[in-house]
């Protein structure tokens, strides 16, 4: 149980760190060493993003319980090859976390293989389209092939995205690979939201607020309601008709997502933040989310239906914003350490309930499979 130094509004870099500390198969690497040997040397930063990250955990691992590690090394790394996160500015710790998890992942990328000797050919036939099913997995063969690292390999899964034409039903499809999944909070829960300093839900009689703060309790909804909201078909009119394959011309489409593979690390970022006319506020929409069985069943692409591997996921970990603005308030997490939660507040650590992670506060929640 180590803490972090807040080096000076780094707190939205030290709650995604301790985060990441809570996922072994990143973590044993670089504690042993053995992540050196994967280090590819013409990356942008050279490795020097994993070689900061893996003096971190060294660092961490080595420190005495309840005592804290500076990580000034990584953020100066950090800042090097990303100048917007220079200085002692507040950002988003959703944004630093993919930097980060980027940077690692293209220090850590390994040499493509040969490609695969391509199959001969069979006889033609008149209608003769691949399977959507054969394409996504052609198409995540051939990601992987050329994006291998153990980030890819630990955080990396794919989304399917359909399009059908209005006019003849033709459906086209494409894949794409996803590191984190940002879903939105459904429109009916997003209004008309108040939540305290420490982001967790204003009681209706207000009992202790600030004098003149409103009180209304925030809306709510589910995880599960998020994710319908994430796959809900999206009409495409007007300007956002699309060419489709088959007709040529522009036409009204509908467009869906599902999930057609699934990581190890499943990472989701709950969209809490959205333009108003006079800034980015933050939704303090109460979102309720499972720490145990996240089954993701409904959401996958039902040619995975059969899949060996269930898409099931347990909570081990939640970055947390307390505050209203994007610019301001303050970031923990919420770690699990055993069978026991506990809250990294920068150099603070303290034991925290199940209960208490459920709230309007919480941004980026980490699973397992």
């Known amino acids: ?40 040397g013409a990356s942008p930063s050279k490795g020097a993003i994993a070689h900061a990250f893996a003096e971190l955990v060294r660092d961490v691992y080595a420190a005495e319980p309840h005592s804290a590690v500076s990580p000034a090394k990584l953020k100066r790394v950090i800042g090097q090859h990303a100048p917007q996160f220079q200085g002692h500015s507040q950002h988003d710790c959703q944004e630093l976390f993919r930097y980060l998890l980027d940077g690692l992942a293209e220090d850590l990328k390994l040499p493509p293989p040969p490609p695969p000797r391509p199959p001969e050919p069979g006889p033609e ?31 990396c899964g794919q989304l399917r995205s359909s399009v059908e034409c209005c006019s003849c039903h033709h459906v086209s499809t494409c894949f794409d690979p996803y590191l984190d999944i940002s879903l939105p909070i459904p429109a009916a829960a997003a209004g008309g939201n108040e939540a305290g300093p420490d982001g967790r839900p204003r009681n209706a009689a207000g009992k202790g607020n600030p004098r003149g703060a409103r009180s209304r309790l925030p809306n709510a909804c589910t995880l599960e309601e998020c994710l319908e909201t994430f796959t809900e078909p999206e009409v495409l009119e007007g300007g956002n008709k699309v060419t489709c394959e088959r007709c040529g011309k522009l036409r009204k489409c509908v467009k869906w ?22 800034r980015r506020e933050k939704l303090a929409t109460l979102v309720t989310f499972p720490v145990k069985g996240l089954d993701l069943g409904n959401f996958i692409s039902k040619e995975r239906d059969g899949a060996a591997v269930k898409p099931v996921y347990d909570l081990f970990a939640t970055s947390d914003h307390l505050g209203d603005r994007e ?43």
């Open 1 to 40: 149980l180590v803490g972090l130094t807040n080096l000076g509004n780094t707190c939205f870099l030290n709650a995604p760190l301790q985060c990441l500390l809570g996922v072994a198969p990143l973590v044993e690497v670089f504690l042993d060493g053995s992540y050196a040997a994967m280090v590819n």
């Open 125 to 155: 036939t008149e209608d003769d389209e691949p399977a959507a099913d054969d394409a996504g997995e052609s198409s995540w063969a051939a990601y992987r092939r050329n994006n291998r690292s153990l980030v890819t390999d630990t955080f």
């Open 257 to 278: 997502l599902t999930i057609h593979s699934w990581p190890k690390i499943l990472v989701l970022h709950v969209k809490r933040f959205a333009y108003t006319s006079v």
């Open 327 to 369: 610019t301001s308030g303050h970031y923990v997490a919420n770690c699990a350490v055993g069978d026991a939660w506990h809250q990294f507040n920068d150099a603070r650590v303290s034991p925290v309930t199940q209960e208490e992670l459920q709230g309007a506060a919480s941004y980026v929640l980490f699973y397992r499979r």
